[in-house]
């Protein structure tokens, strides 16, 4: 492919996902600022929000993922000009977000009392289970943002939750400053006050989006008869079969990510915090690249709707092209400031010294974890869920979580096995993936040739 006969799509598939990636990033930069924040107050309080994050962190992108669903559906709709069945997925949407939004905060409940035998140090299960309560009450207003978040992708609009999530970040660190360190006559919180930082940020993004949505003149066309429309369990059901796969897809990796860290703490402290430096950073670059796939899926689920199969092969090759320069130069940032970016993370030397080693190993999957991510848009785009959700139990599960376990309590490697393990795991999901894609959309080219040629 050339890059001047392709441009079209590079800036196509670009101009929607910016929006995205600054909205993605920022879900999880809310973590990250928490993890800096806090880590200045010591060792053992960045350990402690380590911990619980990589708990909520999982159960919340079971969430994100299940609400995935509604974007391939609504861009279909979109492509088949079908405005009214938008407001219909719109309302059926929401209330399946919501009611499993109350469902995955009860696990989060029940997963408090396990916190104490996952194998941490005492100290840091003590600080972390009252700051990890505080988070477990944003779950509702996570998913009624994410709700607005891909609908309003599913038509093709993703500025409006950039903004907000830009601005609720803002509101976040604001608050953290206040609360954590104890400004504006307010007593110190430290780990606590960046629990009550995010809740109030997550519930102002959450709320204020969907107001912003419901009422605005903008998506009028998408909403019409909102408030009118019955709920249906058919729709109930389909999103339901949509979106299960595609947060268990999702829930796969980031709970080998969990594990991993479950490992870490098992190896000490100072791994642990190391591991949560690195691991942040890894995190932001998947979320905001993230950006790329959601950016797929809404181009891919368009013309998928309008049955044009070779734009549609052509929109996901261009995104592999971009993806892969992108997440190469995060993975060269990485490398080259490995020694460096971790200063802003924690004053500990032997924490920088542990996180610059594990820095070289997120360098190393970074291409991987563009590829694999962009692969899960496109099949998304064709509301393909089954095959790779295997894909990726295949991969996470069965190959990076016991070939790290393998590497770091059998080896000389140390918490370097751990990441080695995840570099396996990611590279094996990016080949499965992309020979998936490559397969169903050639698939769908020579079905529609082959009923083209029978109908003429």
Request: one cysteine or more; aromatic letters at 14%.
């Amino acid at each position: 492919m050339s890059f001047k006969k392709n441009f079209t799509d590079y800036s196509t598939t670009l101009r929607l996902a910016l929006p995205i990636i600054l909205s993605q990033a920022g879900q999880m930069l809310t973590g990250i600022v928490d993890n800096m924040m806090v880590g200045h107050v010591n060792t053992t309080s960045l350990a402690a929000s380590s911990f619980a994050n990589g708990v909520f962190v999982n159960v919340m992108v079971f969430g994100m993922g299940f609400a995935f669903g509604l974007t391939p559906l609504v861009g279909a709709s979109l492509g088949r000009k079908d405005l009214n069945r938008t407001s219909i997925l719109l309302k059926n949407g929401l209330f399946t977000n919501l009611f499993l939004s109350l469902f995955l905060t009860v696990i989060l409940y029940f997963f408090s009392y396990l916190m104490p035998y996952m194998g941490q140090p005492e100290d840091v299960v003590a600080l972390s289970k009252p700051y990890f309560f505080i988070i477990s009450a944003s779950m509702a207003p996570m998913m009624l943002f994410f709700t607005f978040k891909q609908f309003t992708e599913g038509v093709a609009s993703t500025k409006p939750a950039m903004v907000f999530t830009i601005s609720s970040n803002l509101l976040n660190i604001g608050l953290n400053y206040i609360l954590i360190f104890g400004k504006l006559g307010i007593e110190p919180m430290g780990l606590l006050g960046a629990g009550w930082a995010t809740l109030i940020s997550r519930i102002y993004q959450g709320v204020g989006f969907a107001i912003y949505v419901l009422l605005s003149k903008r998506f009028n066309a998408y909403t019409t008869g909102f408030w009118q429309i019955p709920l249906q369990l058919k729709e109930i059901f389909g999103l339901a079969r949509l979106g299960i796969p595609m947060g268990l897809q999702i829930l796969m990796e980031a709970g080998a990510f969990t594990i991993g860290t479950i490992f870490m703490g098992q190896i000490g402290k100072i791994e642990l915090a190391a591991h949560q430096v690195v691991l942040s950073l890894a995190s932001f670059t998947f979320m905001a690249v993230g950006g790329i796939g959601s950016a797929t899926t809404i181009r891919i689920s368009n013309q998928f709707g309008e049955n044009n199969f070779i734009k549609l092969r052509k929109i996901g090759l261009s995104s592999y092209f971009i993806v892969i320069l992108i997440m190469a130069g995060f993975g060269v940032i990485f490398f080259l400031g490995r020694n460096i970016i971790p200063l802003g993370f924690s004053p500990d030397i032997k924490v920088i010294q542990v996180a610059a080693n594990l820095l070289i190993f997120a360098a190393i999957f970074q291409v991987f974890d563009g590829i694999q991510l962009t692969s899960m848009g496109a099949l998304r785009g064709l509301a393909d869920v089954k095959a790779p959700t295997l894909i990726a139990f295949i991969a996470y599960w069965v190959i990076s979580l016991p070939s790290g376990y393998y590497l770091a309590f059998y080896t000389s490697l140390g918490e370097a096995g751990i990441w080695v393990g995840f570099c396996l795991g990611l590279g094996i999901a990016a080949i499965l993936l992309v020979y998936r894609f490559d397969y169903l959309s050639r698939k769908l080219i020579d079905q529609k040739m082959t009923s083209s040629k029978i109908h003429s």
